[in-house]
C-alpha cells in the first residue's frame, strides 16, 4: 500500500509526500451502541487500513485528493473550517479532525496536499471514517510538528465526528482504531475514557460478511436510537444507561413507554454481555463467547431494532455452522456487515456455502473478508 499510496501521490500532486499515517478499521466485536451510553465495549482493530500522505505547500491551500474518487478538492486553509457538501463531502472527515485541534490546544496545519487510499471496504460497518479521521489527525500533528497523547487523538477525531460530521457516535470505533494491538480486543470503559487490551486466544478466526445494503436512512436511524437512549436515561432519572443495573431497569419498566423500554433493555443487557465475554475470553472459553455473540445479535434483532433481514439471515445460516462460534451484525446496524468468530476448520467451503444460501434468498451476494487483528494507528517510515 505504501508504494502505491506514493505513486498515486506523485501522480496528482506532482511531488513526494513528507509525512504517511496510517489507521485500521475495526470491528465491533461486542458492546452494541454501548458506547455513548457510557458502557463497555470491546472491538478489534483489524488489518486493512486507511493511508493518508501529505506535504506542505505555502499559497494557503489545503488539497484533497483520494484514489476512491476522481479529482481534488480545494479547501482555504483557515483556523475555523467550512462543511463541505456534495461530491467533496468526503473531506470533512479530514476537515473536522482540523476544526478539533483548537479545542485541545493545537494548532490548524498551514496549506498541505493530502492524498487517501485505502484497502478497508466503505460501508461494510468497519469503521473507514473513523481510519479517515485517526490517520489524517496523526498526519497533521507530524506535518505541523505537534505532538498529542493517544487519547487526546482518539477524543478529538469523535469531536470531528460528533461536531463537523454531525454524527453522535461514541468513542468505540475511534478508539480501537487508536489503541488497537495485535492478537487484542481493545476494551473500552466508555465512562472514563479507559482503554485496556485484551489477547485474543490464538484459535480465535474472524470472518466478515458484508452484505452491501446500507438503509438510505442510517444515519437518522443512528439520531434516533441515540434520542430513544437518552429519554430512557431521562426517565430513570440517571446521565447514562450504564449506570442502570438490568434488575434495576426490569423493576422501573412502568417509567417507560415500550419502544424505550426495549432499546434501554439492549443497551443494559449488552453491557452485562461485554462483561460476561471479557471473562470467557481470559477463561480461554472461545464457545461461551460465541454464545454472547449470537445473543447480542438477537437483541439487535428484536429489542434495538437495528439489525435487517439480510443480516439476520446470515446470523442464521452462519449459527447452524458447526466451527462458527457464534455471530452478530457488526457497528451501528441498519445494514453493513455480520461478523463471525470462528474455529481455524471454518474455511473457504463453509463461507461459499453460507453465500450460496443467501444468493438464493436475495439474489446477490455478499462479501466475504477473513481479516485478522492488526495494530492501531501510526506514522509509517
Ligand atoms: C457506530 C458508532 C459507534 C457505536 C456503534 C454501535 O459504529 O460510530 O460509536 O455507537 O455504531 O455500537
Same mark, same amino acid.
Given at each position: 500500500m505504501k508504494e502505491m499510496l506514493r505513486e498515486e501521490f506523485r501522480a496528482v500532486f506532482g511531488r513526494e509526500p513528507a509525512v504517511i499515517a496510517r489507521a485500521p478499521g475495526r470491528i465491533e466485536f461486542i458492546g452494541n451502541h454501548t458506547d455513548y451510553n457510557g458502557g463497555t465495549v470491546l472491538g478489534a482493530s483489524i488489518d486493512r487500513d486507511v493511508w493518508v500522505a501529505v506535504a506542505a505547500r505555502d499559497d494557503g491551500q489545503w488539497r484533497f485528493a483520494t484514489a476512491a474518487k476522481d479529482g481534488v478538492v480545494t479547501v482555504p486553509a483557515v483556523s475555523l473550517p467550512v462543511r463541505q457538501s456534495g &461530491? #467533496? @463531502?468526503?473531506v470533512n472527515y479530514p476537515l473536522g479532525v482540523i476544526a478539533a485541534f483548537p479545542a485541545f490546544g493545537l494548532k490548524a496545519p498551514a496549506g498541505f496536499d493530502f492524498l487517501a487510499v485505502s484497502d478497508l471496504p466503505v460501508g461494510a460497518g468497519l469503521s473507514s471514517s473513523a481510519a479517515l479521521e485517526l490517520a489524517s489527525a496523526l498526519a497533521f500533528l507530524e506535518l505541523s510538528d505537534q505532538a498529542a497523547p493517544r487519547e487526546t487523538v482518539v477524543k478529538l477525531c469523535r469531536q470531528a465526528e460528533n461536531n463537523f460530521v454531525g454524527v453522535p457516535c461514541g468513542i468505540l470505533d475511534q478508539g480501537v482504531s487508536g489503541f488497537g494491538q495485535k492478537d487484542h480486543l481493545v476494551f473500552i470503559d466508555c465512562r472514563g475514557p479507559v482503554f485496556a487490551t485484551v489477547p485474543l486466544p490464538a484459535a480465535a478466526c474472524f470472518w466478515i460478511f458484508n452484505t452491501h445494503t446500507k438503509h438510505a436512512l442510517v444515519d437518522g436511524f443512528y439520531a434516533a436510537r441515540h434520542r430513544e437512549c437518552m429519554e430512557a436515561a431521562a426517565l430513570l432519572g440517571v446521565t447514562v444507561l450504564a449506570e442502570v443495573p438490568p434488575a434495576a431497569l426490569e423493576a422501573a419498566q412502568a417509567k417507560l413507554p415500550p419502544v424505550v423500554f426495549r432499546r434501554a433493555k439492549h443497551v443494559v443487557e449488552e453491557i452485562a454481555r461485554v462483561d460476561a465475554t471479557a471473562a470467557a475470553l481470559r477463561a480461554g472459553d472461545l464457545a461461551a463467547v460465541g454464545r454472547l455473540l449470537t445473543a447480542s445479535h438477537r437483541s439487535s434483532q428484536h429489542l434495538f431494532e437495528n439489525s435487517t433481514p439480510e443480516l439476520d439471515f446470515l446470523v442464521d445460516q452462519l449459527a447452524?455452522? !458447526? @466451527?462458527?462460534h457464534g455471530a452478530r451484525l457488526t457497528g451501528? #446496524? *441498519?445494514g453493513g456487515a455480520v461478523m463471525a468468530l470462528t474455529? !481455524? &476448520? *471454518? #474455511?473457504d467451503s463453509q463461507a461459499a456455502a453460507v453465500v450460496a444460501a443467501y444468493a438464493v434468498r436475495f439474489g446477490n451476494r455478499p462479501e466475504v473478508l477473513r481479516t485478522q487483528t492488526g495494530d492501531g494507528a501510526a506514522l509509517v517510515d
Amino acid at each position: 500500500m505504501k508504494e502505491m499510496l506514493r505513486e498515486e501521490f506523485r501522480a496528482v500532486f506532482g511531488r513526494e509526500p513528507a509525512v504517511i499515517a496510517r489507521a485500521p478499521g475495526r470491528i465491533e466485536f461486542i458492546g452494541n451502541h454501548t458506547d455513548y451510553n457510557g458502557g463497555t465495549v470491546l472491538g478489534a482493530s483489524i488489518d486493512r487500513d486507511v493511508w493518508v500522505a501529505v506535504a506542505a505547500r505555502d499559497d494557503g491551500q489545503w488539497r484533497f485528493a483520494t484514489a476512491a474518487k476522481d479529482g481534488v478538492v480545494t479547501v482555504p486553509a483557515v483556523s475555523l473550517p467550512v462543511r463541505q457538501s456534495g &461530491e #467533496g @463531502s468526503w473531506v470533512n472527515y479530514p476537515l473536522g479532525v482540523i476544526a478539533a485541534f483548537p479545542a485541545f490546544g493545537l494548532k490548524a496545519p498551514a496549506g498541505f496536499d493530502f492524498l487517501a487510499v485505502s484497502d478497508l471496504p466503505v460501508g461494510a460497518g468497519l469503521s473507514s471514517s473513523a481510519a479517515l479521521e485517526l490517520a489524517s489527525a496523526l498526519a497533521f500533528l507530524e506535518l505541523s510538528d505537534q505532538a498529542a497523547p493517544r487519547e487526546t487523538v482518539v477524543k478529538l477525531c469523535r469531536q470531528a465526528e460528533n461536531n463537523f460530521v454531525g454524527v453522535p457516535c461514541g468513542i468505540l470505533d475511534q478508539g480501537v482504531s487508536g489503541f488497537g494491538q495485535k492478537d487484542h480486543l481493545v476494551f473500552i470503559d466508555c465512562r472514563g475514557p479507559v482503554f485496556a487490551t485484551v489477547p485474543l486466544p490464538a484459535a480465535a478466526c474472524f470472518w466478515i460478511f458484508n452484505t452491501h445494503t446500507k438503509h438510505a436512512l442510517v444515519d437518522g436511524f443512528y439520531a434516533a436510537r441515540h434520542r430513544e437512549c437518552m429519554e430512557a436515561a431521562a426517565l430513570l432519572g440517571v446521565t447514562v444507561l450504564a449506570e442502570v443495573p438490568p434488575a434495576a431497569l426490569e423493576a422501573a419498566q412502568a417509567k417507560l413507554p415500550p419502544v424505550v423500554f426495549r432499546r434501554a433493555k439492549h443497551v443494559v443487557e449488552e453491557i452485562a454481555r461485554v462483561d460476561a465475554t471479557a471473562a470467557a475470553l481470559r477463561a480461554g472459553d472461545l464457545a461461551a463467547v460465541g454464545r454472547l455473540l449470537t445473543a447480542s445479535h438477537r437483541s439487535s434483532q428484536h429489542l434495538f431494532e437495528n439489525s435487517t433481514p439480510e443480516l439476520d439471515f446470515l446470523v442464521d445460516q452462519l449459527a447452524a455452522v !458447526p @466451527s462458527v462460534h457464534g455471530a452478530r451484525l457488526t457497528g451501528g #446496524g *441498519f445494514g453493513g456487515a455480520v461478523m463471525a468468530l470462528t474455529t !481455524p &476448520e *471454518f #474455511g473457504d467451503s463453509q463461507a461459499a456455502a453460507v453465500v450460496a444460501a443467501y444468493a438464493v434468498r436475495f439474489g446477490n451476494r455478499p462479501e466475504v473478508l477473513r481479516t485478522q487483528t492488526g495494530d492501531g494507528a501510526a506514522l509509517v517510515d
